[in-house]
């Protein structure tokens, strides 16, 4: 009796993760703005809240929804250092009020 490799869908879906939806879709993420990574996010949280979704998606739902949640991350550390830079740079500039 032969056994194929080809047989076992949890070892494929394990060694090729660009075979399932976030694998395949992850590399998009990077180029999102703030609003389109945390419109995703609230539709990829839904989604799972909902259920329903079999557990492969909702693995590859819940990949996707880290990476989309690093991203607004990211951009609100990005915001939030530029604001402390300007505030830093106004008040070195402002005069002194006496």
């Known amino acids: 009796m032969t ?3 080809e047989q076992n ?3 494929n879906s394990r060694d090729d993760p660009g075979q399932s939806f ?3 879709q992850l590399e998009d993420i990077e180029t999102m703005s703030y609003e389109q990574a945390r ?3 609230i539709a990829v949280v839904t989604k799972l809240e909902t259920g329903g ?3 492969e998606e909702s ?3 819940w990949q996707r ?6 991203r607004c991350e990211r951009w609100l ?6 604001l402390e830079e300007v505030r830093r740079s106004l008040e070195g500039a402002e005069p002194d009020q006496d």
Do not use: C, K, N, V
């Open 53 to 55: 979704a079999p557990l």
């Open 39 to 41: 419109e995703e996010l």
């Open 77 to 82: 550390d990005g915001a939030s250092a530029r």
């Open 22 to 24: 976030a694998g395949a």
């Open 9 to 11: 869908p949890g070892q």
């Open 59 to 61: 693995l590859a739902l």
């Open 65 to 70: 929804g880290e990476a989309l949640a690093d």
């Open 3 to 5: 056994q194929s490799t």
